[in-house]
């Protein structure tokens, strides 16, 4: 009990720390990659290429003036920042990020809390997000912010849904709704984003929507809504906004590796999936988790940097008539194919399994992006090589 | 005291302390901010009495979605600073007061009845069903076959009930 209660308050610890230091260098990371995107040097006077960038903005943040709006609910205006990141930080503790670390008393597993309902943890907690967003942008008493906050709202309880049917899927694939096993179930086999492909895609888009991260970052949208939710914010609590924004940013991109890409597996062996359980395999583990969480941080970057806006109404209709139906539907499919996979055909999981459905999402995936499409990439392109 | 009483006091002290916050509150924000409080500190009981996955499921729908709604429209209609009192005269406090005391009287005659032997487990049989089949196995088991029907049938009020609001608030689609 007490070697428990050690082991789980370093790792909180270590946990918080490292994902606060990540977020840090996120933000430098971010413009640092959009300066490079844009042909500009970006922020590389601090420190050796800019490395110091992060603590001279949170210093700078914390010596800003505090400015409070004349009209403003003073409690829920303070409080707001702060239950924006609260959930974010929350959702990381059930995410395994590598496997046991042996010590001298017992075996100890890399994730801050292994719950029997690890899964759906992350989606109640996911869901509580938005009451940061909203509340910041209704406590501002500013109709600019509270446009913002109506907009995060709608739009997270939109997104949410698809998200979920999309995560189905992986749990009727895995069978179970702990995390740890979901991560085990793809390191016997083949990562999950072959056999649920298009779960994968549903899931990617709500993440983004989720996450208020460009293309979808309707509550903020600066060209309409000044800044929407933290127009009226200040130093260190604007600062916290964002700080929310990217911890969320870490913990989708980290939802994204433990899900489809096989959590802390390294593909192609079966030499870290095994024990005895040493530190090196939890090095190798944990560095695997760390390259695939960080390939997806740089895709929500390089996103940010290269698609526009939507307009809201747009935001509205992908959401309620393609991905809710999408999902459904793929996910009427998917428990098909599973069924006559294991009942009819006998099959368990595993390699041949997953492709087998691979193939499936292949032959779906093909006539869907053609109608998503609309003409104007694919088919556009094709008109173009015709010329 | 052992250390599940002493959070089950902490999580029933903070429901209740809650529950009053969300009805006294003149400003709806308020009150609906409160509310989720206590659907927070009801999770916890549940999670105390090893029922996670409804403990899960009461944030997942309660506080995540139901009461981001309720935030929603108190927003979108502008209703979120406090309005007139609006308790009626002595009449209504009389009634009031009325009706808690027999709601009261009822509790007090509810803790006087042992449960049923009927409902009583034998000690250990929960863990040893969840053992078995798994926390959400558990509840879907009986759910998805032996309660079917009667699930069906809630769903389908349930979705006559959203039919019926479309209809009512939109006359032309």
């Known amino acids: 009990m007490t070697f428990f209660l050690v082991s789980s308050i370093i790792k909180i610890i270590v946990v918080f720390t490292v994902i606060m230091v990540g977020v840090a260098l996120l933000t430098l990371a971010e413009r640092r990659i959009c300066a490079w995107m844009q042909d500009?040097?970006?922020?590389?006077?601090?420190?050796?290429?800019?490395?110091?960038?992060?603590?001279?903005?949170?210093?700078?943040?914390?010596?800003k003036e505090e400015t409070l709006p004349a009209q403003a609910d003073k409690v829920l205006f303070l409080l707001a920042p702060a239950m924006s990141f609260v959930p974010a930080l929350l959702t990381f503790a059930v995410i395994p990020f590598a496997t046991p670390l042996p010590t001298p008393w017992g075996d100890v597993d890399m994730v801050v809390a292994n719950l029997p309902v690890g899964f759906l943890y992350i989606l109640a907690f996911g869901s509580l997000g938005v009451y940061g967003i909203v509340l910041a942008g209704w406590a501002s008493n500013n109709k600019y912010s509270l446009l913002g906050g109506l907009r995060a709202s709608a739009q997270m309880i939109s997104y949410e849904i698809a998200m979920g049917m999309s995560t189905v899927a992986v749990l009727l694939l895995a069978g179970n709704v702990t995390l740890s096993e979901v991560v085990a179930r793809q390191a016997q086999s083949i990562w999950f984003v072959f056999p649920l492909s298009l779960a994968y895609f549903i899931f990617i888009v709500a993440a983004f929507a989720e996450t208020n991260r460009l293309p979808f970052d309707l509550p903020e949208a600066e060209g309409e809504l000044i800044a929407g939710y933290h127009t009226e914010y200040s130093a260190m609590k604007f600062s916290m906004f964002y700080i929310a924004e990217y911890s969320n940013m870490v913990t989708a991109s980290a939802l994204m590796t433990t899900l489809f890409f096989g959590g802390w597996d390294i593909p192609f062996t079966t030499w870290d999936n095994t024990p005895p359980w040493?530190?090196?395999?939890?090095?190798?583990?944990?560095?695997?988790?760390?390259?695939?969480?960080?390939?997806?941080?740089?895709?929500?970057?390089?996103?940010?940097?290269?698609?526009?806006?939507?307009?809201?109404?747009q935001l509205m209709a992908l959401g309620w008539k393609v991905m809710l139906p999408l999902a459904l539907g793929y996910l009427?499919?998917?428990?098909?194919?599973?069924?006559?996979?294991?009942?009819?055909?006998?099959?368990?999981?595993?390699?041949?399994?997953?492709?087998?459905?691979?193939?499936?999402?292949?032959?779906?995936?093909?006539?869907?992006?053609?109608?998503l499409d609309r003409g104007h990439i694919v088919a556009g392109s094709m008109a173009g090589e015709r010329a | 005291m052992s250390g599940t009483l002493v959070l089950f006091w902490a999580f029933a002290g903070l429901a209740l302390a809650s529950a009053l916050g969300c009805i006294t509150r003149r400003s709806p924000v308020a009150s609906a901010l409160w509310l989720v409080v206590t659907l927070f500190a009801l999770a916890a009981l549940f999670?105390?009495?090893?029922?996670?996955?409804?403990?899960?499921?009461?944030?997942?729908?309660?506080?995540?979605?139901?009461?981001?709604?309720?935030l929603f429209v108190i927003m979108l209609l502008n209703l979120g600073h406090p309005g007139p009192m609006d308790v009626k005269g002595p009449v209504g406090v009389g009634t009031a007061f009325l009706l808690g005391g027999v709601?009261?009287?009822?509790?007090?005659?509810?803790r006087?009845?042992?449960?049923?032997?009927?409902?009583?487990?034998?000690?250990?049989?929960?863990?040893?069903?969840?053992?078995?089949?798994?926390?959400?196995?558990?509840?879907?088991?009986p759910l998805f076959d032996t309660y079917l029907i009667p699930f069906e049938i809630t769903s389908l009020l349930l979705l006559a009930a959203l039919v019926g609001a479309v209809v009512l608030a939109k006359r032309r689609l």
């Not at chain 1, 500009?40 to 700078?60: M, T």
């Not at chain 1, 009427?332 to 599973?338: C, R």
């Not at chain 1, 691979?358 to 032959?363: A, M």
């Not at chain 2, 709601?103 to 509810?110: E, H, K, R």
């Open chain 1, 40 to 63: 500009r040097l970006g922020p590389n006077r601090v420190g050796p290429q800019g490395l110091f960038q992060p603590a001279a903005d949170g210093l700078k943040n914390l010596l």
């Open chain 1, 278 to 313: 040493t530190v090196l395999k939890t090095v190798a583990t944990l560095a695997a988790f760390c390259l695939k969480v960080s390939c997806f941080l740089f895709l929500y970057i390089w996103v940010r940097w290269t698609l526009p806006r939507f307009r809201y109404d």
């Open chain 1, 332 to 371: 009427t499919v998917i428990a098909t194919a599973l069924w006559i996979l294991h009942a009819v055909l006998g099959w368990a999981y595993d390699t041949r399994f997953g492709l087998a459905l691979f193939g499936l999402n292949v032959l779906l995936a093909i006539p869907l992006f053609f109608v």
């Open chain 2, 47 to 70: 999670v105390l009495l090893d029922a996670q996955f409804i403990a899960v499921l009461q944030l997942l729908v309660y506080a995540g979605a139901i009461m981001v709604l309720f």
């Open chain 2, 103 to 110: 709601l009261l009287f009822q509790l007090w005659i509810l």
């Open chain 2, 112 to 141: 006087q009845a042992a449960p049923p032997a009927s409902i009583q487990l034998p000690p250990g049989s929960v863990a040893r069903l969840q053992q078995e089949q798994g926390l959400v196995g558990a509840i879907a088991q």
